[in-house]
Each structure stands twice: as C-alpha cells, then as structure tokens.
C-alpha cells in the first residue's frame, strides 16, 4: 500500500469528516476539523494515497512541552498495513525533540490500539471512568514521557 504523511489541508476534511463519523461514537464534524487547521497549538497530518484519498489522519495539539494526541483513524481496509503506525511514528519523533511527553485516551477495549501505543512507549497511566459513550466504556490514559522531571525538582 503507498501513501505519504502530508500535513492536513482544506481538500482532506470532507475525507477525514467521513473517516471519523465511520470510527467514532463522537466524531469531529467538518467544521471542527477546519477550525483546527488554524489553530497554532495543533498538527494534524494525513496518510494520503497517490489517488489523493485519504487512508487515516491523526491530531496532536501541544501546549509548551505537553502533547495530547486527539485522534489517530484509519480507513477499514488501511488497517493493518503500518498506516496508524507511521502516523504515530511521526508524533513520537516530534516528541523526543520538543516535548516533555505525549498522553492520549484509548477505549479500554480497542486492543489494537493499546497494543499500537504499547509499541511506541505508551505506558497506563489512568483511566477515565465512564468516559465513552456510545457504548458506555472508561478510557485508559496512556503517556510516553521523552523527558523525566526529577522528583527534587516536582
């Protein structure tokens, strides 16, 4: 399968609009994935066919050294060919430059995911209770620290 990771542009968002109502129980609407290309605090990039399809996106806002990745998605049949792994391959290398970590939520279920973010250095770091809906269903927050503040320093 080929694709290249291109950064998020106008032509993407009807794409990844459909990509997200298709993955998730609360899915970013067009309009939300606009405002997000002009918010300097976030990055969103996408693995996008030599058709110019897109085949799975994914969001990290940053605020000074922190990372939060909003969604990592990848259509149906992209999934298992290394697309949801590039993706986070190139937020985790952003990471060891510029941040101090990157957290994110999974569904406790989502064993694919978890085992992707295990992968990349992600370790549990707590759960959300409840924090799906749609099912109901509690998130495991899952953080890879690229820099360790010493605890004299905390």
Same mark, same amino acid.
């Given at each position: 399968?080929?694709?290249?990771?291109?950064?998020?542009? +106008?032509? @993407?968002?009807?794409?990844?609009?459909? %990509?997200?109502?298709? =993955?998730?129980?609360?899915?970013?609407?067009? #309009?939300? &994935?606009?405002?997000?290309?002009?918010?300097?605090?976030?990055?969103?990039?996408?693995?996008?066919?030599?058709?110019?399809?897109?085949?799975?996106?994914?969001?990290?806002?940053?605020?000074?050294?922190?990372?939060?990745?909003?969604?990592?998605?990848?259509?149906?049949?992209? +999934?298992? @060919?290394?697309?949801?792994?590039?993706? %986070?391959?190139?937020? =985790?290398?952003?990471?060891?430059?510029?941040? #101090?970590? &990157?957290?994110?939520?999974?569904?406790?279920?989502?064993?694919?995911?978890?085992?992707?973010?295990?992968?990349?250095?992600?370790?549990?770091?707590?759960?959300?209770?409840?924090?799906?809906?749609?099912?109901?269903?509690?998130?495991?927050?899952?953080?890879?620290?690229?820099? +360790?503040?010493?605890?004299?320093?905390?």
């Amino acid at each position: 399968m080929e694709y290249n990771i291109v950064p998020m542009d +106008r032509s @993407h968002v009807p794409q990844i609009a459909e %990509l997200e109502r298709e =993955c998730f129980s609360a899915p970013w609407s067009e #309009a939300m &994935l606009t405002e997000a290309l002009f918010d300097p605090q976030a990055s969103f990039i996408v693995a996008e066919a030599e058709d110019g399809g897109v085949l799975g996106y994914a969001g990290l806002q940053v605020v000074l050294d922190e990372g939060y990745i909003d969604n990592i998605a990848v259509e149906p049949a992209a +999934r298992r @060919h290394g697309v949801a792994d590039e993706l %986070l391959d190139v937020f =985790c290398r952003f990471g060891e430059v510029h941040l #101090a970590f &990157l957290t994110l939520e999974v569904r406790s279920s989502n064993e694919p995911a978890i085992a992707l973010y295990r992968k990349h250095g992600f370790e549990e770091a707590g759960r959300r209770k409840d924090y799906y809906t749609k099912p109901t269903e509690d998130a495991v927050i899952m953080t890879r620290y690229f820099r +360790r503040i010493p605890k004299e320093d905390a």
